[in-house]
């Protein structure tokens, strides 16, 4: 992986409750790109325990700009919430800078 500080981000922050949010870039243009968490809590039992938070999803906002958004989207599976382990995150962040885009 080229980008070591965001699999490192990724690394550190797999399994927590927040969303990880990252910048790719490519022809001085952007895209943000958000790994999200699968984690859930029973919001109707006070203290309810921490449920999944073991895989991610990856998302693009809407306001994505479509030519970059039509490079990637093969790998974002559409809206079927496709969730993936660490291992396989880390694989599309590869995926995706070897089409070209500079991640932070």
């Known amino acids: 992986m080229k980008t070591n500080k965001v699999g490192k981000l990724i ?3 797999f399994f927590s409750d927040l969303d990880i949010e990252i910048t ?3 022809n001085r243009k952007s ?3 958000i790994l999200e968490s699968n984690v859930w809590y029973d919001h109707t039992i006070l203290g309810s325990p921490r449920r999944q938070g073991d ?3 990856l998302d693009v906002p809407m306001e994505a700009d479509d030519d970059l ?3 990637i989207d093969h ?3 559409g809206n079927s919430g496709r969730e993936m382990d660490l291992q396989e995150t ?3 962040i590869e995926d995706i800078e070897f089409l ?3 991640l932070s």
């Open 11 to 13: 690394k550190d922050r």
């Open 100 to 102: 070209g885009f500079s």
């Open 55 to 57: 895989r991610r999803r």
């Open 75 to 77: 790998l974002c599976y």
């Open 90 to 92: 880390l694989g599309i």
């Open 69 to 71: 958004y039509a490079e």
């Open 31 to 33: 895209i943000i790109l």
């Open 24 to 26: 790719a870039r490519k």
